[in-house]
């Protein structure tokens, strides 16, 4: 039995600077951390010569090839193994949330089936892995930072070049500045999941037109992806709320489905209620508000969001990245 774990992540700033409609031309960059939220994939030697898969169904077939589930398919015939194993997925928060679920998954199967192989692959060419799998064989329409992020862990400047290289840098933060902005964030669910295939799209569809109003705004936001990087390192946390707010009044008019009526209502609720500013996380459209408060105004707030249902989720930032926690597999 392996058991690998990888976390999911929050965007602080820059996010969707690497979807390849921008990145490709005009690079990216996204201040990315990690949180002590995980997938969890285990695989163990099947006594049976077919295929177990055990996550939202359970699917047993003879092959790799036979697999429905797409990311499940695609790493075992990546790492070649077609027979006698059983797989099983747990995630700790919803999908479709915006906190990289789909690609951390994809994280955590590699690295279990690597495992499962007696193989040892580096964090880097873990996240390599699973942006080949996702973007170049599956054809998602997604940037590299969530694959990254998930492998590596910590906080990272993730650096999106032209010719489609990543690179990685830890934030050099305080823990006391970390500690700060920890509780100084707040997270709600919003109750509403969506798929971000169709968001990213249309998004990465407005970015490839070089002088159009989308690729503007993207401008602006890796523009604050390095504000977050220098306040960070400064320590001024306080400027991170309003940069969020930014953030979002930019990212909200990038794509037609990125918020809706309900959704803006509880922005604004939760600005009355003293939020500096906020967001949706990940490509929108649902999932996981992040809004950062002043300590005096943090329980109102709490309040307000929830007085409208939403529920909130406690976290701490996560050093590690993707990992094996138990490892009792023999050959």
């Known amino acids: 039995m392996i058991i690998s774990r990888a976390p999911l992540r929050f965007s602080l700033g820059g996010g969707g600077s690497d979807l390849p409609g921008y990145a490709r031309e005009h690079g990216g960059f996204v ?15 099947r006594f049976y010569r077919d295929i177990r898969l055990a996550y939202s169904r359970t699917e047993i077939v003879p092959r790799a090839a036979d697999v429905e589930h797409p990311i499940f398919r695609a790493a075992l015939e990546m790492l070649g193994i077609d027979h006698s ?10 999908a479709n949330s915006g906190l990289g679920s789909s690609s951390t998954f994809t994280v955590a199967l590699l690295n279990a089936l690597h495992a499962y192989r007696h193989e040892f692959v580096s964090s880097v060419e873990l996240a ?10 599956l054809g998602e329409p997604i940037g590299q930072q969530d694959q990254y992020i998930a492998a590596l862990g910590n906080v990272q400047a993730l650096y ?11 934030v050099p ?17 919003s109750g509403v999941e969506r798929s971000a295939r ?20 993207m401008h602006r936001i890796k523009a604050i992806g390095h504000e977050v990087y220098r306040l960070l390192c400064d320590g001024d946390v306080d400027r991170y709320g309003e940069l969020l707010d930014e953030h979002w009044q930019a990212k909200r008019r990038m794509a037609s489905a990125m918020t809706d009526g309900t959704l803006d209502e509880h922005y604004a609720a939760a600005r009355r209620a003293g939020a ?5 996380m990940g490509a929108g459209g649902g999932g996981f508000f992040l809004f950062y408060v002043r300590p005096a105004d943090k329980s109102r707030l709490i309040g307000a969001m929830g007085a409208r249902g939403l529920r909130r989720l406690r976290f701490r930032f996560e ?11 023999r050959s």
């Not at 390599?128 to 064989?137: G, M, S, T, Y």
């Not at 037109?209 to 705004?217: D, I, K, Q, V, Y």
Request: proline letters at 3%; charged letters at 35%; one cysteine or more.
């Open 31 to 45: 201040v990315s951390a990690t949180i002590d939220k995980y997938v969890y994939v285990t695989a163990n030697r």
């Open 85 to 94: 194993i059983e797989l099983t997925s747990v995630a700790e928060l919803p």
């Open 128 to 137: 390599r892995e699973a942006c080949e799998l996702e973007i170049e064989r």
């Open 160 to 170: 999106f070049e032209r010719d489609g290289s990543v690179r990685a840098e830890p």
């Open 173 to 189: 933060v305080k823990d006391e500045v970390l500690d700060e902005l920890e509780n100084n964030l707040v997270v709600f669910y």
């Open 198 to 217: 169709v968001v990213l799209r249309e998004q990465d569809g407005a970015l490839r037109e070089p002088r159009g109003a989308a690729t503007e705004r």
């Open 276 to 280: 500096l500013g906020g967001k949706l």
């Open 319 to 329: 050093l590690d990245g993707a990992r094996i926690v138990a490892n009792l597999h």
